[in-house]
C-alpha cells in the first residue's frame, strides 16, 4: 500500500518518517503519515487505497526507532559500513563490508491486518492476488514473534552482542518469523515503544481466525458482494463439473446427497459418489465403523479401464478385530464395479508405516483385513510419517533456510531435515496407485489415519499424473477444490490461523505445502504438460497464509457453508480464471500424445530438488535473480535454436517431398498417355476384324508393346494358324501393319 502525505508530523509536532532496506531488491523503503492528537489512531491524509475495514495502528511514541530487516542468519549493522553473520546468530565471527545491505533508520506501520512498508523507488503494490512482496507482511503470516530487551533476551540471549549499535540507544528488539519464510528484525531505541508494538503484533496477529482479513472484506462493501457472489456456490460447482466431465456410468454409480446437511459426516462433502447398488441407509451404518465417520468413496473414474480411486480413513477395526457388513458390502461394490473385478487384485492402500496402523488397533482403530473385502484383495503400506514428524522436518528445513547459504554444509544439513526424504515417500506412494490402476486396470482404496492429510496427497497427485485434465489451471483448481476442500483437510488447523506459535503447535503442519511441492517437482521433469507455471504455485501458497480469500480459512466444507450464508467471501479461483496470462507456462503442449498421458516421474535423491524459488525467494541476491534470468533466457535462445532447426529441417523435407511428388505425377501422366493408346489401338484392331476374315492374328509381347508402341517393327511376330479369342496374349493389329512388318521380318 502506498501511503500519500508529504510531510507528518505527530501530535507533539514530531515527523513521523522512517526507512527501511527491502532485503529482496535492496532498495530503502519509506512510509510518511501524520497522527491526531489524543488517540492511538494514525489519520493518513489518504487512504483511498485502504482495504474496507482496514485502519492503521500505531502509539504516539513511536515515532522514531531502527528498523531493520535482515536477510537470512544476518544481524545488519546500521552504521552502514559493516554488518555480522554467521551459522547462527549469536556467532557474530564474519564480518563483511557491503554499505548497499544496511537498512536506514525509519518506521513501522501496522494496521489492523498487515505491516506496511513504503518504498523510496517505488510505491508499495497491495493489488489482493499478486505475490506479496517483501516489504508487505500479512499478519497471518507472522508464525510467532520474539521480543528481547536488555533486561530479558531469554529467547535469543546474545541478540543484543549483534544489535545494530552497540550502545544504549538500542533499548528492545523484535523478531517477526513469517510461515512464507521471512525472518524481520526489527530494533528499537524506545524501550515502551518496543513493548507496546510488540503487545499491538501479539493482539493483531493472534487473535483468532474471526480477525482475518477475508471476514472484514467479506462484510461491508456492496462492491465487493457483488464481486464475489458466487463464492460460495463456486466450490460446490467446480465439483459437480468435475465428476460430470468423467461420465460416470449411471447404472455404477450415482451421486448420494445422504450428507446434504453434513450430519451423517460432518467432515465430508455434500454429494458423494458411491456404488448405485448401495442405498442411503447402508452408508450411514457403515459410517459407524470409520474413523470421524469417513466412508469410501470414489474421488476418481478412468474412462479407459473403469477403475476408481476411491478414499475413506482408518476402520474401527480395535484388539478384537471387529468388522462391519455394511462397509465390506461397501467396499465390495466399489471394487465389484470394476470389469476386472474377477481377473485381477484390487488394493487397499494404507499411507502409514505399518506399525504405526497396528499400534492404532490399541486404541481401538487398525486396518483392514483383505480377505473379508475381496478375493483378490492385497493390503499395501506406503509408510509416509503423520503430522508431526512433518512438522519436525519444516521446523528444520525453515532453520536451515534462515541460515548461512554459503555454509559447505548446507546440503548435508538439507539432508538432515529429511524433507526431500518425505518428498519421495510422498511421490513414491503415489506413483504406485497409477502402476496400480494404469497399468494392472485395478481399483484402489485410499486411506491414512483421518484421511484428510496423507490421504489427499496421494489421491490428488496420483491424479495429477493419471488425467492430463488435472495438468490444466481449471483442472488443478477443480483438484484442489475436490480433494482438499471439499473433503474437509483442515486447513485452519494445519495453518495456524490465529495461532500463536506456529512452529510448535501439535496441529500445525505443512501437508498442502508439502504436496504443492510434490507437485513442483514433477512439472521439473515434465515442463510441457503442464498449463501452469511455478508463479501459479507460489501464488496458491502465499495466499494459503495471507487470509485475503477465504479459500483456505476452514477445516471442513460445512464451515465454509456456514460462512457463506451469513458473508460472501471471496475466493482466490476468481483471480485465476479472469486473468490466467501471468500464471501460463509458454512451454504447455496442448498436443496429444499417448505418451505423456500418463506420467511416470522419478522420485529418486538424484531427480528431487530443493525448491528455491519458493523456500528461498526473499533471500536471492540481485546477482543470484539476474544469474537465474540469464540462465532462463539462455535457456529460451537454445529452445529457440532448436526449433529453428527442426523448423528448417521440416522445410527441406517438405520441399523435396513436393519434388518427388511433382515427378511422379509426371510419370504416372506418361503412363496414362501410353495406356490410352494401347487402348485405342486395340479398338481399331478389333474394328478391322469384325471388317473381314482374312485379318491374321499374331502372338504379340505386349509388355514390350507397352513399353514402346512405336517399335512393333523390331518385334518378332509367330502366325498363329488355329485363332483362339481366349488366349491372353492375342492382339488384333491393323493388317496392312502387319504385313509390312512381317514381310520384313521375314525377310
Not at 347 to 362: F, H, Q, T
Not at 659 to 668: F, G, H, T, V
Request: hydrophobic residues 35%.
Amino acid at each position: 500500500m502506498f501511503i500519500d502525505g508529504n510531510s507528518s508530523t505527530m501530535s507533539d509536532g514530531s515527523e513521523l518518517e522512517w526507512t527501511l532496506l527491502d532485503p529482496q531488491h535492496e532498495v530503502p523503503i519509506r512510509i510518511t503519515c501524520s497522527c491526531s492528537g489524543g488517540d492511538d489512531t494514525i489519520v493518513v491524509p489518504s487512504c483511498d487505497n485502504l482495504l474496507e475495514g482496514e485502519k492503521l495502528i500505531i502509539h504516539e511514541d513511536n515515532c522514531t526507532f531502527e528498523l531493520c530487516s535482515s536477510v537470512p542468519n544476518t544481524w545488519l549493522n546500521l552504521d552502514k559500513k559493516t554488518y555480522t553473520t554467521g551459522h547462527h546468530p549469536h556467532n557474530h565471527h564474519h564480518t563483511s563490508t557491503d554499505s548497499s545491505s544496511a537498512p536506514s533508520v525509519g518506521r513501522l506501520c501496522i494496521t489492523n491486518f498487515r505491516i506496511l512498508f513504503d518504498m523510496y523507488e517505488e510505491p508499495l503494490n497491495v493489488c489482493l492476488g499478486r505475490r506479496p512482496s517483501s516489504n508487505i507482511i500479512p499478519l497471518s503470516c507472522i508464525g510467532s514473534v520474539t521480543y528481547a530487551s536488555p533486561n530479558n533476551s531469554s529467547n535469543n540471549p546474545d541478540c543484543f552482542n549483534n544489535s545494530p549499535t552497540h550502545n544504549n540507544s538500542v533499548k528492545g528488539g523484535i523478531q517477526l518469523f513469517c510461515k512464507d519464510w521471512r525472518l524481520i528484525n526489527i530494533w528499537i531505541p524506545n524501550l515502551s515503544s518496543c513493548t507496546d508494538i510488540h503487545n499491538t503484533l501479539m493482539e493483531l496477529a493472534f487473535s483468532g481466525i474471526d480477525s482475518l482479513l477475508a471476514h472484514h472484506r467479506s462484510k461491508s462493501s456492496s462492491k465487493t458482494k457483488s464481486i464475489s457472489s458466487s463464492a460460495s456456490s463456486l466450490p460446490k460447482s467446480v465439483v459437480a463439473e468435475d465428476y460430470a466431465r468423467m461420465k460416470l456410468p449411471l447404472n455404477q454409480w450415482r451421486i448420494s446427497e445422504v450428507n446434504k446437511d453434513y450430519n451423517a459426516i460432518p467432515s465430508y462433502p455434500s454429494s458423494l459418489v458411491v456404488p448405485s447398488c448401495i442405498s442411503d441407509d447402508t452408508l450411514i451404518k457403515a459410517a459407524q465403523f470409520r474413523s470421524n465417520k469417513r466412508i469410501p468413496v470414489v474421488c476418481w473414474v478412468s474412462q479407459q479401464s473403469s477403475a476408481v480411486i476411491a478414499r475413506s480413513s482408518q476402520p474401527l477395526v480395535g484388539l478384537w478385530s471387529a468388522r462391519s457388513e455394511e462397509d465390506e458390502a461397501l467396499v465390495r461394490a466399489i471394487f465389484g464395479n470394476n470389469p476386472r473385478y474377477q481377473e485381477t487384485t484390487m488394493y487397499i492402500v494404507d499411507c502409514r508405516p505399518k506399525l504405526s496402523a497396528v499400534g492404532n488397533m490399541a486404541k481401538g482403530l487398525g486396518y483392514e483385513r483383505p480377505d473379508r473385502y475381496a478375493e483378490h484383495c492385497v493390503i499395501e503400506w506406503m509408510g509416509v510419517d503423520n503430522i508431526h514428524a512433518m512438522r519436525d522436518s519444516f521446523r528444520q528445513t525453515y532453520k536451515l533456510c534462515l541460515g548461512s547459504h554459503s555454509d559447505h554444509r548446507w546440503l548435508s544439513n538439507l539432508e538432515y531435515t529429511r524433507w526431500l526424504e518425505h518428498l519421495n515417500l510422498v511421490m513414491t506412494s503415489a506413483i504406485r496407485v497409477v502402476e496400480v490402476v494404469h497399468l494392472h486396470s485395478s481399483s484402489v482404496l485410499i486411506h491414512c489415519s483421518d484421511g484428510w492429510d496423507r490421504t489427499p496427497q496421494l489421491t490428488s497427485l496420483a491424479q495429477i499424473l493419471l488425467d492430463p485434465f488435472y495438468r490444466t489451471m481449471k483442472g488443478m483448481i477443480m483438484l484442489i477444490e475436490k480433494e482438499w476442500i471439499s473433503f474437509g483437510h483442515k486447513f485452519q488447523e494445519r495453518s495456524g490461523h490465529g495461532v500463536s506459535d506456529f512452529w510448535n503447535n501439535e496441529h500445525c503442519s505443512p501437508i498442502f505445502l508439502q504436496w504443492i511441492d510434490c507437485v513442483w517437482q514433477v512439472t521439473q521433469q515434465f515442463p510441457q504438460c503442464f498449463e501452469y507455471n511455478e508463479s501459479f504455485l507460489v501464488d496458491v501458497l502465499d495466499h494459503l497464509y495471507s487470509c485475503c480469500f477465504v479459500d483456505f480459512l476452514f477445516n471442513t466444507e460445512q464451515e465454509r457453508d456456514d460462512y457463506a450464508r451469513r458473508h460472501s467471501g471471496p475466493t482466490v479461483w476468481e483471480k485465476y480464471l479472469e486473468d490466467p496470462e501471468p500464471y501460463l507456462n509458454p512451454f504447455y503442449s496442448t498436443v496429444v500424445d499417448s505418451s505423456s498421458d500418463v506420467l511416470f516421474p522419478d522420485p529418486s535423491p538424484k531427480k528431487l530438488r530443493f525448491w528455491t524459488g519458493y523456500y528461498l525467494r526473499y533471500y536471492q541476491s540481485l546477482e543470484d535473480g539476474m544469474n537465474r534470468i540469464q540462465h532462463q533466457g539462455k535457456q529460451l535462445k537454445d529452445e529457440c535454436t532448436r526449433l529453428a532447426s527442426e523448423l528448417r529441417q521440416m522445410t527441406q523435407r517438405m520441399q523435396q517431398e513436393a519434388s518427388a511428388r511433382q515427378n511422379l505425377e509426371k510419370k504416372l501422366n506418361t503412363v496414362i498417355n501410353e495406356t490410352e493408346t494401347l487402348r485405342q489401338r486395340s479398338v481399331e484392331c478389333k474394328m478391322m476384324l469384325e471388317e473381314g476374315e482374312d485379318t491374321m492374328w499374331y502372338k504379340v509381347n505386349v509388355v514390350e508393346a507397352a513399353k514402346s508402341p512405336t517399335n512393333f517393327k523390331r518385334l518378332n511376330f509367330q502366325i498363329i494358324d488355329d485363332y483362339n479369342p481366349n488366349q491372353a496374349d492375342l492382339l488384333a493389329l491393323p493388317s496392312s501393319f502387319l504385313q509390312k512388318n512381317v514381310a520384313a521380318n521375314r525377310q
